[in-house]
């Protein structure tokens, strides 16, 4: 072996290796101290509701043009229980093939309404009520309570309706969480449930995934599926054909669909046109659930890059950032403190991009945190590892690796 063949080995070194190791350290703790401190709880929140995969949904997505014709969605409006009753006896006679219901009847008002209304949700085993998980037992792991109907209506099968986001009111809806155990029992989300009824070989696919959450691929708003409103149902007049062996999903969807959009059990998502400063929600949870029954028939899932592997690329990659950005500052400072900035904004819009095509046609989510901030935070994080050495220079002799050496007089 030639001499000038070991000339690689010049660049697989540990010191490199200890600093790409210590700037993930720092990228760590900065995080975890940002996040810790009360100062930074407006910049948390946003940091935390933000993902550079909406973009994909608010601005770039082809696939709001779509229409899932296996989802039917019907609006119950304000409707009494007399109406809703109806609504149910006149759905059936059409012979959906499931029914899920996102509503809750939480007390019983007249006897009549109320009996006509028990009446209808016992008919048939093809019928999901809404149930909601709340609170966590000691271990914090499991949900202790849960919320449902009166028993009076209590009929066919319970689905839970919980949305993802740490407060889902003010959280951008991406997940959901297709099963949960509540006291020994395995309930599973309305999305999953009504897929279970309706295309069993597609529900053991969510199975067979395993995962305690699912990413949720968007295809779009109301829109996007067979809809009827409140009182479209109601008129004898209405064909209401497409419903025939299809998933109805009842629940609400705005006082009418001629009037503004309302703020009543609505929330952001991916899809809202508005990514930054975003003053109402987008989307009826109604039709989230939609979204991610059709997500579930279509197995059009996203996947994510495992934990273990984001980590040894990320860390691949941030020593690529050291190796260059140690070479070119070495060869020529003047040059290196001129393009820095450059540099640093086109390695981010790459990346950036990469991400996008890797989201887009593959449909693979990678965290980017640990991908973008290293090198966002090389300059200043090797200035302080320099003057360390300096400083330890005094005492002890060390090799200047990171920094140009110092002219000559």
Not at 66 to 85: C, E, F, K, P
Not at 316 to 334: E, G
Request: net charge neutral; aromatic share 14%.
């Amino acid at each position: 072996m030639k001499p000038g063949d070991l000339k690689i080995f010049r660049w697989i070194r540990p010191d490199f290796f200890v600093v790409t190791f210590l700037l993930f350290v720092t990228v760590a703790l900065t995080e975890i101290i940002a996040l810790n401190l009360t100062f930074f709880d407006p910049i948390e929140k946003a940091l935390t509701d933000f993902n550079f995969s909406d973009l994909l949904y608010s601005k770039l997505s082809s696939k709001q043009e779509l229409l899932d014709t296996n989802i039917v969605l019907v609006n119950i409006g304000h409707l009494d229980r007399q109406q809703i009753a109806a609504q149910i006896k006149r759905i059936r006679s059409y012979n959906p093939k499931v029914i899920g219901f996102d509503g809750f009847f939480s007390v019983r008002h007249d006897s009549a309404s109320d009996t006509a209304l028990a009446d209808q949700l016992s008919r048939g085993r093809n019928l999901a009520m809404a149930c909601y998980l709340t609170g966590h037992d000691v271990s914090g792991k499991s949900f202790d309570s849960l919320e449902t109907s009166d028993p009076y209506f209590r009929s066919g099968i319970r689905a839970f309706i919980n949305l993802g986001g740490a407060n889902p009111e003010t959280s951008t809806i991406r997940s959901f969480s297709p099963m949960q155990v509540f006291r020994g029992d395995t309930l599973w989300a309305m999305a999953a449930e009504v897929v279970r009824q309706y295309d069993p070989a597609a529900f053991r696919r969510l199975e067979e995934r395993d995962n305690q959450r699912e990413i949720i691929n968007y295809i779009g708003n109301r829109n996007a599926f067979i809809s009827y409103d409140a009182q479209e149902v109601l008129d004898s007049a209405s064909d209401l054909s497409m419903i025939r062996g299809k998933i109805v999903l009842m629940g609400y969807l705005g006082y009418s669909f001629r009037h503004p959009i309302d703020l009543e059990d609505i929330y952001f998502t991916p899809m809202n046109p508005e990514l930054a400063g975003r003053s109402r929600p987008d989307m009826y949870g109604l039709v989230i659930h939609a979204n991610a029954a059709s997500m579930i028939l279509s197995g059009d899932y996203i996947n994510v890059m495992p934990v273990w592997l984001q980590v040894m690329l990320s860390f691949m990659i941030c020593y690529l950032y050291v190796l260059f950005f140690t070479w070119f500052n070495s060869r020529s400072p003047d040059l290196f403190e001129l393009l820095f900035p450059g540099i640093l904004l086109a390695i981010n819009i790459l990346l950036i991009y990469a991400f996008f095509i890797l989201y887009k046609t593959c449909n693979y989510s990678i965290h980017a945190t640990y991908f973008l901030v290293p090198v966002i935070f090389y300059k200043i994080f090797l200035t302080w590892y320099e003057r360390t050495f300096i400083f330890v220079s005094r005492h002890i002799k060390v090799h200047r690796y990171f920094l140009p050496p110092k002219p000559k007089p």
